[in-house]
């Protein structure tokens, strides 16, 4: 192998130095100025990135705290607003009962008429029935006829004393 032999050893040194020395200056002012510029575009990007991610996120924390306040207002003004229409409908229910309970004492005032009348009716109805029995019977315990006005006071007596006049 010719790298080994001896005589060929300092003539292939300065070769390596002098092209070390090449490399390392192409490498130098060439290679690593562009790579240099790659990292700091890259740098330049990647902090531009963030900056926006930041002012992103403040936006999107602005926006969620909005729709937030948004969501409490309209939770509010919908409370309010079934806090309202409880009340609303409490008032229309008990007017509806104040009606119901006016139709509903109209009417009961109206059947305790009818009731009385009723009564009254039935009691001049059962008197006479009583009276006309009372007649009879009385006509027919004695065999003699008895006067109106007797068996009128004898029957107003006795519904009188068993209550049933009043």
Do not use: C
Request: no cysteine; aromatic share 4%.
């Amino acid at each position: 192998m010719p790298q080994f032999w001896m005589e060929d050893f300092a003539p292939q040194m300065v070769w390596l130095v002098i092209s070390f020395i090449a490399l390392y200056l192409l490498m130098a002012r060439v290679a690593l100025p562009r790579v240099a510029n790659v990292l700091e575009t890259r740098h330049g990007r990647i902090a531009d990135d963030l900056d926006q991610a930041a002012q992103l996120k403040a936006q999107a924390e602005t926006v969620i705290s909005e729709y937030e306040a948004a969501l409490v207002k309209a939770r509010t003004e919908a409370q309010a607003t079934i806090a309202q229409a409880g009340i609303e409908a409490a008032g229309v229910a008990e007017k509806r009962n104040a009606e119901v309970a006016n139709v509903l004492a109209t009417e009961a005032a109206a059947a305790a008429d009818r009731i009385a009348t009723a009564k009254n009716d039935a009691l001049a109805e059962m008197r006479g029935v009583a009276a006309e029995l009372a007649k009879a019977a009385a006509e027919r315990l004695i065999g003699a006829e008895v006067p109106q006005s007797d068996v009128d006071a004898a029957v107003d007596g006795a519904m009188t004393n068993s209550g049933g006049g009043s």
